[in-house]
């Protein structure tokens, strides 16, 4: 028999799967995405800030990370009502509703587009109420926030949802047993201890509403200036045959996001510091 | 990261004492505002997408689902996930193999590498491969001159594809297998199983319904993705046209009934997914 106490343990078959998986991880994911960074396009730096300074690219990134973040806001709000209705309360139909939290994963992402296109322009179901009101959300800024919300609610709902279910009893009894009333035990004890996962539930909607195309291109109008969202201005410069000029925005997205992200991943860690 | 669906098995309820619930209305005004807030946003487009398919009856939803061009859409559709699905599922496989069962350096970044696409917008996912393969690209000269066409074509939409939905399988893995251990392989390997039949017989098994909630994902982002395959599809009828853009051109050319009639199918789709992920996820708990 062989030898098969190994450094890396008795099991087989790392050099085959590591191997494997570093090959298909660089063929499909790593190769391709080098192209943005060593850029067969022929950019150079001053062109590459030409157009990063372009007011209709500062535009559509001003679209695009403004209704992101109040998607993001109003999904934190809304996925924590949510969450905390589907872990603290029992009622009919609630294995129900709880799969319906998933239906954005699983719905393709121009489904949602048309639809919620024909429920607020002003023939829609909702669209023709507000009309009167001189409320327009198609084919405005409100029409994509409101396609990133629906994009981005299950991720603050998921992240929250088992946080709420191992938040421990005893600080909220203890708030409950000194006489704090219920909603200041929530304000005081429950709210602190779901910070981060609200921060990590937002944080995942905002980068997801950021690079969000199919859902927002059919609501948003795409009007230049106005409502054109930073991917639709990458697919408009790729219609036009405008490779540098795609790859340039594509680099400021890609850097933007990761940029915000790593704020976002070290806040995180000094409110879970902060909070034991 | 963005994308990644943890799974949630059936929440139990806490017995919490009685000075911490909310008073009854307290309780019942929060449960039905909640259900007013998932109506309004994730069922009425749901109920939308139904009701303007058949806006015109039966006959126009019939034919437009009939239609050949929206039935070649629906191969094209069904081809692009039976070629992606497998093949990101058996990577899904060996990278949670690997990473779950040894130990090495920069395992936490090669999770990072992989949940890249998670991170990266639809559109310049597809990108990226024109840039590589597209007339223009870095293998763009060869390729023509071998008569190869990989974007605006086939294997363009299968790439994005694969790029899209790289992570689903394995990052529904990686945590699972992190949590079963790895004492009964090594006791089969002990007692002289070979690698493979230790790996059907002990590893699958155990992780079949997990491996089963990633490919359900896989499939219904590999058969909805939009915005990469779009990049890269050159939007050709009858031929590179998957069901989603079918449902983008009908909508461009204002035939809105049919284009809601094609989004229905995908709306099955997606509620067909439900039910399993569902299914799945209660299988795994147990």
């Not at chain 1, 421990?168 to 047993?177: G, I, L, P, R």
């Amino acid at each position: 028999m062989k030898t098969i106490a190994t450094k890396r343990g008795v099991l087989p078959g790392f050099g085959l799967t590591m191997g494997y998986s570093v090959l298909y991880l660089s063929l499909v994911v790593l190769i391709p995405l080098s192209a943005l960074l060593l850029n067969s396009t022929g950019l150079t730096w001053g062109k590459f800030w030409d157009i990063a300074t372009d007011a209709r690219v500062l535009a559509s990134f001003k679209v695009s990370f403004l209704t992101a973040a109040a998607a993001g806001l109003i999904d934190a709000v809304l996925g924590l009502l949510l969450a905390w209705v589907l872990v603290r309360y029992d009622f009919p139909g609630k294995s129900i509703f709880d799969a319906m939290i998933d239906l954005p994963f699983a719905l393709p992402t121009a489904v949602a587009g048309v639809s919620l296109t024909a429920i607020y322009s002003d023939k829609g179901w909702i669209g023709s109420l507000l009309e009167p009101l001189g409320i327009q959300v198609a084919y405005t800024p409100i029409g994509i926030t409101l396609a990133l919300m629906f994009i981005g609610i299950p991720f603050v709902v998921r992240t929250v949802q088992p946080v709420l279910e191992e938040l421990e009893s005893e600080v909220e009894e203890a708030a409950a047993t000194l006489g704090s009333g219920r909603v200041r035990t929530f304000l005081v004890v429950v709210l602190p201890q779901l910070y981060p996962a609200l921060l990590t539930g937002f944080a995942l909607a905002f980068s997801r509403g950021i690079g969000e195309y199919g859902s927002v291109v059919f609501i948003s109008g795409n009007m230049p200036m106005k409502t054109e969202i930073a991917p639709l201005l990458i697919m408009s410069k790729l219609e036009q045959f405008d490779y540098a000029g795609a790859t340039a925005v594509a680099l400021l997205l890609l850097m933007i996001s990761f940029l915000l992200m790593l704020i976002i991943n070290t806040l995180q860690h000094r409110l879970r510091k902060t909070a034991r | 990261m963005a994308g990644s669906v943890p799974m949630t098995s059936g929440s139990s309820m806490n017995p919490r004492t009685r000075s911490m619930k909310e008073t009854s209305w307290v309780k019942w005004a929060l449960i039905g505002l909640a259900a007013l807030v998932l109506l309004w946003l994730i069922v009425l487009p749901l109920i939308v997408v139904i009701t303007e398919a058949l806006k015109q009856g039966w006959d126009v939803f019939l034919a437009a689902i009939v239609d050949p061009d929206a039935m070649s859409a629906l191969r094209l559709t069904l081809l692009v996930a039976v070629i992606t699905v497998p093949l990101n599922t058996i990577f899904g496989v060996a990278a949670a193999w690997a990473i779950t069962k040894f130990r090495f350096r920069g395992k936490q970044f090669l999770i990072t590498l992989i949940d890249l696409p998670f991170a990266v917008s639809p559109v310049i996912g597809g990108m990226i491969y024109v840039l590589v393969y597209g007339e223009h690209g870095w293998l763009g000269g060869w390729l023509d001159s071998h008569n190869i066409q990989i974007i605006f074509a086939l294997p363009g939409i299968i790439l994005a594809t694969l790029f899209i939905t790289f992570p689903f399988v394995a990052r529904e893995l990686i945590p699972l297998m992190e949590d079963q251990g790895q004492q009964e392989e090594e006791a089969a390997v002990t007692l002289g199983a070979k690698g493979w039949t230790v790996f059907w017989k002990i590893t699958l098994p155990n992780i079949k319904w997990g491996l089963l909630y990633g490919v359900i994902l896989c499939n219904a982002r590999a058969m909805g993705e939009f915005g990469a395959v779009s990049v890269v599809s050159g939007h050709i009828r009858g031929e590179t046209n998957t069901l989603p853009l079918h449902v983008e051109i009908l909508y461009n050319e204002y035939q809105f009934s049919a284009s809601f009639a094609v989004a229905s199918l995908l709306l099955v789709l997606a509620l067909v997914t439900l039910v399993l992920k569902g299914w799945f996820a209660r299988k795994n708990a147990h």
